[in-house]
Structures are given as C-alpha cells and as structure tokens.
C-alpha cells in the first residue's frame, strides 16, 4: 500500500508572494528533517496564475504513513511554518489524491 499524498494549493496575496517563496522551499525540508514524508518520492512544486485569483502554488508530496499529517500539527516548527505561510495565502486547499502510474 502506498503512503497518502497529499495536494496542496496556496493561493499568494499579491504582495507577499517574495515572503512566501522562501518558507515553501523550506516546507519539504522541514518534514523530511523530522520524519514527516518519505524520503524516495518525488516531491513537486509548481506555480501558475490565475487571472481572477492571482498567483497560486501547488505542492504535492507523500506523507510517510498515514498517521505523518496528524504528528505534523503537535510539532511546534511546523506549527510555525504553517502560521507563517498562511499568513501570505489568501487561502489554501489540501486535497487527498492518489498517485496514478501510467506509462
């Protein structure tokens, strides 16, 4: 069985897209540094716009096992992480998805 994937994406307020882009470069290296994902799977970030809503990102990445999300949100520097990046979003959707293997 695979480890949970999650979706995320992160819609920027106009002007803290510069305060962002350092804390989603840190968002991988912070979970992987305390356990959270595993190591082998690709980790993915891309950023497009939106022409209503503005510039947007969108993260994927698998958690290490199904119980990784729930540890992630009593760890105080992931706290803080999230805190800071929600601060720059005008709003976030996490979204469960499944990895799809096609050839």
Known sequence: M???TTLCRYW???EREAEFRPLIERHWTTFRALG????DAPHVVVRG???ERG???VETFPWKDDA???RA???PEVERLWGRMGECCSSMEFTPVDVVEVE
């Not at 959270?36 to 190591?39: F, P, Q, T």
Request: net charge negative; no cysteine; glycine share 0%.
């Open 2 to 4: 695979s480890s949970p």
């Open 12 to 14: 920027i307020k106009r």
């Open 36 to 39: 959270l994902v595993r190591d």
């Open 49 to 51: 716009e939106d022409h």
């Open 55 to 57: 510039v947007f990102y």
């Open 68 to 70: 990784a999300s729930e």
């Open 73 to 75: 949100h009593s760890l």
